[in-house]
Nanobody, 118 residues
Framework: QVQLVESGGGLVQPGGSLRLSCAAS????????MGWYRQVPGRQRELVAY???????NYADSVKGRFTISRDNARNTVYLQMDSLKPEDTAVYYC????????????WGQGTQVTVSS
């Protein structure tokens, strides 16, 4: 029913770029705050960036100036443009949809692997 499908991950050299996409279905996409999270084995999942309904964005300090989150409501898709990638950006990146209503659940994609290595 509800699906978030990430794409665009892969292997890239330090300093390179990747663009992640998350296509959502089964939700009123335009009514959801959309976010990107990442997780490394042995670490807690961390927020990378989010974009609210009205377009306000927030970024983790570690990615400010390098990553850009955007959304296309007509395509039910949220993007994460990642530039100047560093090895420490290596993680599984997850898409999140948050209605901001406590009684309603969040939704998660299955993740896409990003590996930054020489």
């Amino acid at each position: 029913q509800v699906q978030l499908v990430e794409s665009g991950g892969g292997l890239v050299q330090p300093g390179g770029s990747l663009r992640l996409s998350c296509a959502a279905s089964g939700i009123m996409f335009s009514r959801y705050t959309m976010g990107w999270y990442r997780q490394v084995p042995g670490r807690q999942r961390e927020l990378v960036a989010y974009i609210r309904i009205a377009g306000r964005t927030n970024y983790a300090d570690s990615v400010k100036g390098r990553f850009t989150i955007s959304r296309d409501n007509a395509r039910n898709t949220v993007y994460l443009q990642m530039d100047s990638l560093k090895p420490e950006d290596t993680a599984v990146y997850y898409c999140n949809a948050d209605s901001q209503i406590i009684s309603l659940p969040d939704y998660w994609g299955q993740g896409t692997q990003v590996t930054v290595s020489s």
